[in-house]
Every structure is written in structure tokens, then in C-alpha cells.
């Protein structure tokens, strides 16, 4: 079994996601960031993101500090508009 019907679904789930969210972190991502945050801090670190989703929470990381985030991600479409995002920060 292929990863496109996990994508496709996660393609869809992105789409709308964003749009309920205007692109800020919420719920789970926001507790995961403070998290994170709390318990080793995100200044200067290296981060990777797995299941990155359209960027929010990789863009979020790197205002609170981090110094690098690598996203990644099963679903084009969030990729595209993880990119997307990262263009314009």
C-alpha cells in the first residue's frame, strides 16, 4: 500500500485546517510549542518536524527561537502551502 490515500486525506484535512486556523497554532500545536519551549527551549536549536502540515507550528518554532526547522510531511498540498507560508515570513 502507497501513501496516497493518507496523503490525499491529509491534503484535504490541510485545506481546511488553514482555513478555520488563519494560520496561527492552535489546540495540540499550541501545547506542543509551549511545551517544547518549557522543557528545553527553542533558542538556538535545530528542530525537525515530523507530519509538518501546512507550517504553522515550524514557522511558530522559529519565531520563538529555533534556529533552523525542517518540515516533513506525507501531503503535497501541505507541503505547497507550508512553503507557501515560509515565503512570506
Same mark, same amino acid.
Given at each position: 500500500?502507497?501513501?496516497?490515500?493518507?496523503?490525499?486525506?491529509?491534503?484535504?484535512?490541510?485545506?481546511?485546517?488553514?482555513? @478555520?486556523? =488563519?494560520?496561527?497554532?492552535?489546540?495540540?500545536?499550541?501545547?506542543?510549542?509551549?511545551?517544547? #519551549?518549557? *522543557?528545553? +527551549? /527553542?533558542?538556538?536549536?535545530?528542530?525537525?518536524?515530523?507530519?509538518?502540515?501546512?507550517?504553522?507550528?515550524?514557522?511558530?518554532?522559529? @519565531?520563538? =527561537?529555533?534556529?533552523?526547522?525542517?518540515?516533513?510531511?506525507?501531503?503535497?498540498?501541505?507541503? #505547497?502551502? *507550508?512553503? +507557501? /507560508?515560509?515565503?512570506?515570513?
Amino acid at each position: 500500500m502507497g501513501t496516497e490515500p493518507i496523503s490525499e486525506f491529509f491534503d484535504h484535512e490541510a485545506c481546511c485546517r488553514a482555513r @478555520r486556523h =488563519g494560520g496561527e497554532v492552535s489546540g495540540v500545536s499550541k501545547r506542543l510549542l509551549d511545551l517544547l #519551549e518549557d *522543557a528545553a +527551549g /527553542l533558542r538556538e536549536r535545530s528542530v525537525l518536524e515530523l507530519g509538518s502540515g501546512t507550517g504553522q507550528l515550524t514557522v511558530a518554532m522559529l @519565531r520563538r =527561537g529555533a534556529s533552523t526547522v525542517t518540515g516533513i510531511d506525507l501531503s503535497p498540498r501541505s507541503v #505547497e502551502m *507550508a512553503r +507557501g /507560508l515560509a515565503g512570506r515570513e
